[in-house]
């Protein structure tokens, strides 16, 4: 707590996550990850998230990834790199060339594979079901 002087006149600790049952694991991430986000919007760095979106809301999802997106409030050009299964979140919030596979081969060494380049993909598509009849039919196996 800081005074009028901009002093640090009293110190409170926090306790947050003292009562688990009252957060959703997807609130929990996202007050641990809005720190980063936030930052890496101010300062145009590069954040990589792993499993966004596993369990946190779709809607608040899909609004954190359109910060990265919108020229008035990403104005530091941050980037945003999300890993995870595949989601709804693929139709609405990305576009086929900002989307990434990665592919195993018969060694079991992984390549990424860009969505705008499977051959059939088109803008009008659903990704999500071109993705799982792609991971489907493919030998190798395809993970999102």
């Known amino acids: 707590i800081f ?3 901009g002093a640090v006149s009293k110190i409170r600790k926090s306790r947050l996550f003292q009562d688990r049952q009252l957060y959703s694991d997807g ?3 996202l007050i641990c990850d809005l720190a980063l986000i936030l930052h890496a919007l101010d300062t145009g760095a590069v954040l990589c998230i792993n499993d966004f979106s596993s369990m946190m809301n779709i809607f608040l999802a899909s609004h954190l990834i359109s910060l ?3 020229e008035s409030r990403n104005e530091r050009s941050a ?3 999300l890993t995870g299964g595949i989601s ?3 139709d609405k919030a990305f576009r086929r060339d900002q989307i990434y596979l990665t592919t ?3 060694q079991h060494r992984s390549h990424l594979v860009r969505l705008s380049g499977i051959p059939g993909v088109r803008k009008s598509d659903n990704y999500e079901k071109k993705l799982l009849e792609s991971a489907l ?3 190798g196996g395809i993970i999102a």
């Open 3 to 5: 005074n009028s002087a």
């Open 27 to 29: 609130t929990v991430g």
């Open 68 to 70: 990265f997106s919108s």
């Open 79 to 81: 980037q945003l790199i």
């Open 88 to 90: 709804p979140l693929t």
């Open 104 to 106: 195993k081969d018969e």
């Open 137 to 139: 039919s493919s030998a």
